[in-house]
């Protein structure tokens, strides 16, 4: 039987890279295969840097103010 954990987090915004180096390095450290994450603050301009940082796969939904965005982080 294969198991997966699952993680859901509202991090309030990841635009600061000391915040985001932070969060994806606890990230790695955790065994959790999806990550749900709400309040991201993201925009598309983001994704490139989101994506190489994570080193998996990302779907964004960016939203339209600052107080939106999800993300699905997938190893």
């Known amino acids: 039987m294969n198991n997966i ?5 509202n991090i309030r915004d990841l635009g600061d890279y000391v915040k985001r180096k932070e969060v994806f390095y606890w ?13 991201t603050h993201s925009s598309e301009s983001m994704e490139k840097i989101w994506c190489t940082k994570w080193g ?3 779907y964004f939904a960016h939203g339209e103010t600052n107080l939106r965005g999800v993300a699905i982080l997938v190893k």
């Open 56 to 58: 998996g796969d990302i």
């Open 27 to 39: 990230f790695h450290k955790h065994s959790a295969g999806i990550i749900f994450l709400q309040e």
């Open 5 to 9: 954990e699952i993680v859901s987090l």
